[in-house]
């Protein structure tokens, strides 16, 4: 099993950066896709970036893509999302998850709580 604990959400300006992390729990975090959603208020959840377990290989969803970046340690049990160039758009409740594949479609099995990022206009 997998417990997954996001951070680094936060108010930034348009334009601004952030980074989330994702700290996860068990021995088996390498064994694991990672993947990041976001979920904006009033809307459903969608997927934002995956990577494979060994980050060889990653996905995005079109609206982030060259302006964010996954990445992972698997040494270090954490995931990341690099988040530039903000939009106010953006502003979402993040969350992490484990998950088969790095298809958007994929079994998410473990999930995070969730990270607030709110990007002002």
């Known amino acids: 099993q997998v417990q997954l604990v996001e951070s680094g959400g936060g108010l930034v300006q348009a334009g601004g950066s952030l980074r989330l992390s994702c700290a996860a729990s068990?021995?088996?975090?390498?064994?694991?896709?990672m993947g990041w959603f976001r979920q904006a208020p009033g809307k459903e959840r969608e997927f934002v970036a995956a990577?494979?377990?060994?980050?060889?290989?990653?996905r995005y969803a079109d609206f982030v893509k060259g302006r964010f970046t996954i990445s992972r340690d698997n040494a270090k049990n954490t995931l990341y999302l690099q988040m530039n160039s903000l939009k106010s758009e953006d502003t979402a409740v993040y969350y992490c998850?484990?998950?088969?594949?790095?298809?958007?479609?994929?079994?998410?099995?473990?999930w995070g709580q969730g990270t607030q990022v709110t990007v002002s206009s």
């Open positions: 068990g021995r088996t975090f390498g064994s694991y896709a």
């Open positions: 998850a484990a998950g088969l594949s790095i298809s958007p479609y994929s079994d998410y099995a473990y």
């Open positions: 990577i494979s377990w060994l980050g060889g290989s990653t």
